[in-house]
């Protein structure tokens, strides 16, 4: 009987997805030895380049359950995987502290309760007197903010991680193919995936992280699989005014459900919305900037210099992300509508472990 290194060595994985999920299924696999070919024809327009990458793990306030195991699982495997990918691209980090921001009396009341019975030294809270309360206070022309702040949650950029991950990928020689895989089947213990170009390739195991399209490879009324998809949209603001300096804001932060990243004196990030549907809203600007009751002057004078969106799927009667064995050497794992770069590593180790059981 071949041992486990040998079956790892000579069977070939498929990844149908190239985003941030796809490619960490492909680096934890390709570590293991597998051979890995990844397919999308929309390799750099994928929803991945369009996340805003805020890792929001330790501050999480639901402490069990499924969803907190995952973002517990993936706080202790991103150092490790950060430090790996650093010997690829030195500059990519995780920007710290992370900060979440209210308005609301009653949301601050849980925002203390949960820091209080958590007792964790990363975690504080910040109250009006705080530096950066004022600060920020000062910056939005108001009085009531304030909030906690997480010395372990931060944010990676997307796109640098991305391609980072693309360089790993290249030197381990996985096979990236632009093309679109329209149905898979199972023939004498492979899988064959036709693609729209109608070119066959066979593996030993797929792994379906194409978001809305794995809808069109299963069928989803047998495994009851339903995703829908949310459009998330962001803005890039330049604001003409010398009344604020952006730079005196924290790196990254939320206020009121709204991520804010400051990348200049005077250009500011704000996203993401949540929109169940495949077209962006209209008027995003007026939608986006009302995370406070009255607009600072400054932020009511500025207009957009970029923008973007991402479609993801999220699932429905089911939480989020779908991870299943669908059949023998067959695995999904998508659904991924929010947090999709902060799990990543928890979920390729899932896919790692199942894939590793069925071929021993």
């Not at 009302?290 to 923008?307: A, C, S, V």
């Not at 067959?330 to 590593?345: D, E, M, Q, R, S």
């Amino acid at each position: 009987m071949k041992s486990l290194k040998e079956n790892c060595q000579n069977a070939h994985v498929l990844i149908i997805g190239s985003g941030i999920i796809g490619k960490f299924n492909a680096l934890e696999l390709s570590e293991l030895g597998f051979q890995i070919t990844i397919i999308d024809p929309t390799q750099h327009k994928n929803s991945s380049n369009a996340a805003l990458g805020l890792l929001m793990g330790n501050m999480y306030q639901k402490r069990k359950g499924r969803s907190w195991y995952l973002r517990k699982q993936s706080i202790e495997l991103w150092p490790k995987w950060l430090k790996f990918l650093q010997e690829f691209n030195n500059e990519l980090n995780i920007a710290k502290p992370l900060i979440k921001l209210t308005t609301n009396e009653e949301t601050f009341k849980k925002l203390e309760k949960f820091i209080k019975e958590n007792n964790d030294p990363d975690l504080k809270i910040l109250e009006r007197d705080s530096i950066l309360i004022k600060n920020i206070n000062k910056a939005f022309q108001t009085r009531n903010i304030k909030g906690m702040i997480s010395l372990k949650d931060g944010r990676i950029d997307a796109v640098s991680l991305l391609k980072t991950l693309d360089t790993y990928l290249e030197n381990k020689k996985v096979d990236f193919l632009e093309d679109e895989i329209i149905k898979i089947r199972k023939s004498n213990n492979q899988w064959i995936a036709t693609s729209k170009t109608k070119k066959e390739i066979k593996s030993d195991v797929i792994i379906l992280c194409n978001s809305l399209k794995t809808i069109d490879l299963i069928d989803s009324l047998s495994h009851n699989i339903k995703l829908k998809p949310v459009l998330g949209q962001a803005i890039e603001v330049g604001i003409n005014d010398t009344e604020v300096d952006l730079f005196s804001l924290p790196k990254q932060f939320n206020i009121n459900g709204t991520n804010i990243i400051p990348i200049s004196k005077n250009k500011l990030i704000i996203g993401s919305t949540d929109e169940y549907s495949t077209k962006p809203e209209e008027n995003i600007f007026e939608k986006l900037t009302k995370f406070i009751d009255e607009q600072p002057n400054w932020l009511k004078r500025g207009h957009i210099t970029k923008q973007w969106y991402g479609i993801r799927s999220r699932p429905i009667g089911e939480p989020s992300p779908i991870m299943k064995n669908l059949k023998d050497g067959l695995v999904i794992c998508t659904g991924f509508y929010k947090n999709g770069i902060l799990l990543a590593p928890a979920c390729s180790k899932w896919v790692a472990h199942e894939i590793k059981n069925y071929l021993s």
